[in-house]
Structures are given as C-alpha cells and as structure tokens.
C-alpha cells in the first residue's frame, strides 16, 4: 500500500505565500512523475505543476511565474512553494504520484489540503 499526505495548506491573505507538502509512504520502489493539482468548488480539477523524476518542471499558465514544485527523491517528498497568491488560487490542492511497487507502476492521490486566499 501506498498512502500520500499533503499538509501546508490554509488561510492566507493575497500577495501572501504558502508552502505545500506531499509526503509518499508506503511499499515504494520508485517514484516518477509527481504532479499538484486543484479544484475549486464547482469546477473540474486541474494540473496546476508537474515535476519529474529527473527534476524537470513544467506549470499550468495562470500559475508560472509565482509557483515553484521541487522534491528530494530520497525522502519521497515534493513541494509547491506559492507566492504572490492571489483569490483565485482559493482550491483544495491535491498531489498525485507515478509509484513503482512490486513489479508494477501505479498512480496515487492525496486526500487534499486546503488552501484559501481571502482578506
């Protein structure tokens, strides 16, 4: 099994900044491709950066420029430093992994952290 935990989410006026954590625990041989995506209430989700295992990065447009991914692959960790936050940034931001188990290769999600930007 193989469990994903963001935390860093929360309240944050705009301009301001936050740092997002996703942590991959669990039988993991590897991981390749990590990605955050959100979801604003009443729209479909979307890929907001993927980083991958090699390091490379690529951002949604409404986001580059103010967002960084970054992980540590020895810690099975990855990262989303937001600044410049703005309102509509407001979503649940959800990490998703490429994990190699056991002679496989499967695709995981988070539960979810909050993140809202509000005066």
């Known amino acids: 099994q193989v469990q994903l935990v963001e935390s860093g989410g929360g309240l944050v006026q705009p301009g301001g900044s936050l740092r997002l954590s996703c942590v991959a625990s669990g039988n993991i041989f590897g991981v390749e491709s990590m990605r955050w995506y959100r979801q604003a209430p009443g729209q479909s989700r979307e890929l907001v950066a993927v980083i991958a295992g090699s390091g490379s990065t690529n951002y949604a447009d409404s986001v580059r420029g103010r967002f960084a991914v970054s992980r540590d692959n020895a810690k099975n960790t990855m990262w989303l430093q937001m600044d410049s936050l703005k309102p509509e940034d407001t979503a649940v931001y959800y990490c998703?992994?490429?994990?190699?188990?056991?002679?496989?290769?499967?695709?995981?999600w988070g539960q979810g952290t909050q993140v809202t930007v509000s005066s």
């Open positions: 998703n992994a490429d994990v190699h188990g056991f002679l496989n290769l499967r695709n995981y």
